[in-house]
């Protein structure tokens, strides 16, 4: 009983870590700030918080499963470069974390189709068309990110996409510039963030700042910034909350 408990407990880590779920409270606020920017400066009523919560779900869905497609197509050169990831270890097999990803992609993409179906006006086209194409960009950068100097701009589309996403299902399939602009102010922060990676990777120490996972719990800020610019006070508040959740999370699973 107690190895069977072990390996359930191992088998959780490892797909804790598989997922880099340290991270998904800046999903979570990229979800919120999208939300509350779709109908900014409009007398539009704010989106539900189910809809909020169902579309932070879709998006922590796809986040995790474009991190694990990132283990499986990596696993040959982690085998070098990073033996002490779940697969070169030898926690778990690669297909079985590309099946994986695969099913939290399209689950991602599902909840989506049945958020704007059951909180809109039936099926929201936009933001499903959104959904599909965040899906494939995740794709693209998960295998091509090695060695592309462009991968910062991939990495920072797949953060502007969800953006884009939530925004058009929080709006009904319309969106305010106040989104478009979120999008694009996140998108940039992406960029900086990747190139510090990068940077980092190359043996660049960021210890002085707090960390490249700092960076990322920064995330949270930079919508609690964007929102409380648009008005949304109490919004701001909740997604600047996803700062200390990050770092709170990233000690126990690391961020990366």
């Known amino acids: ?23 998904l409270p800046t999903v979570w606020t990229n979800c919120v700030a999208a939300a509350g920017l779709a109908a900014a400066g409009t007398s539009a009523p704010l989106p ?11 998006m922590s869905a796809i986040y995790t499963g474009g991190m694990f ?9 982690d085998r070098t470069h990073a033996p002490e990831r779940p697969i070169p270890a030898g926690a778990i097999r690669a297909g079985s974390v590309f099946g994986l990803g695969l099913v939290q992609l399209l689950l991602g993409v599902a909840l989506v189709a049945l958020a704007g179906a059951h909180f809109g006006t039936g099926m929201d086209s936009a933001a499903l068309a959104s959904a599909v194409a965040l899906v494939l960009l995740v794709v693209l950068y998960d295998l091509w990110h090695k060695r592309n100097p462009l991968s910062p701009f991939l990495m920072a589309g797949c953060r502007a996409l969800v ?13 305010e510039p106040a989104l478009w602009l979120g999008s694009v ?19 660049l120490s960021l210890e002085r700042v707090g960390g490249f996972a700092t960076f990322i719990a920064g995330i ?6 964007f929102l409380a ?23 126990w699973v690391r961020g990366t």
């Not at 009983?1 to 991270?23: E, P, Y």
């Not at 539900?48 to 879709?58: D, E, K, N, Y």
């Not at 949270?220 to 910034?225: A, P």
């Open 229 to 251: 610019v648009a008005g949304r006070y109490a919004w701001a508040l909740v997604a600047c909350l996803g700062f200390p959740a990050t770092l709170a999370l990233q000690r």
């Open 220 to 225: 949270s800020l930079v919508d609690g910034i």
């Open 48 to 58: 539900s918080g189910a809809l909020v919560a169902t579309a932070a779900v879709a």
């Open 163 to 175: 953006y884009v996403t939530v925004g058009l299902l929080a709006g009904g399939g319309h969106a």
């Open 69 to 77: 497609l990132n283990d499986a197509f990596d696993h040959e050169h």
């Open 1 to 23: 009983m107690d190895s069977k408990r072990t390996r359930r407990v191992t088998l959780a880590r490892t797909l804790l870590q598989l997922g880099r779920v340290s991270n």
């Open 185 to 203: 102010g996140m998108a940039l922060y992406v960029v900086g963030l990747t190139w510090l990676a990068k940077l980092e990777f190359r043996g």
